[in-house]
């Protein structure tokens, strides 16, 4: 029985080395990429699906985070309101989110994905700079929480994708910056949905488990190569993933 377990934990680890080094590039932990792997490869509904990445995604943050925090500094107390209404608005979706069907859930965030590659290359050709004057006041800033945790129940990923343009655009901040805070921001809304797909048996632990490992090696590689590359390339390249991700998906279906 172990003899046929190795190789599985083998290929479970070694896909974590790249979502893990995937994640810290773009500020997400990697589960974008994850969650339609665990679905199409693996098998996995859904809700399974999120559930799962959601093991590798809090490690992979945790590090994430604290990479860009050592050469970006976050300042902690705007992110305590942040984090605080973060996790109220993640435990809210987590919930509802358990309710829905597989399928709806699946297209849902499909869709969501598509509609946030069209917001991304909009505003890269609106504005190419991509941090431009602020277009609101620093106070705003927690509002961001709410949204992020609401992505983050509802699709576990969700949070570090709509968190980062939102502070780029309308709050000014630079790319890789951002995409720091935004990391901060999906810790405690994991460990809320976590804690909701686990209760709900929505977590396949032995496949999680050699998944998060794997991303703890790689996830300060992908740190690293963000802030070698322009910013625009970091959102164009994002783009191409979120589209090719809903393709996939929604070709299931």
Known sequence: MALTLLPAIAINLGLGVLLGAVGGLLGIGGGLIAIPILAGLYGMDQHLAQGTALVMILPNVLVGFWRYHQRTPVDFRALAWMIVLSIGAAALAAH??????????????????????????????????????????????????????????????????????ALVSLFGMRQTQAQGIALALVIPASVTALASYAQAGNVDWTVGAPLALGGLVSVSWGVALAYRLPAVKLRLGFCVLLVVTAVVMLARG
């Open 96 to 165: 509802f989110a358990a309710r829905l069907g597989a399928d709806q859930l699946r297209r849902s965030f499909a869709l969501f994905l598509i509609a946030l590659a069209v917001y991304f290359i909009w505003q890269i050709r609106a504005r190419p700079a991509l941090h431009s004057v602020a277009l609101w006041p620093m106070r705003f800033v927690p509002g961001v929480g709410v949204l992020s945790g609401l992505m983050s129940g509802l699709f576990t990923i969700g949070g570090g994708l709509v968190s980062v343009p």
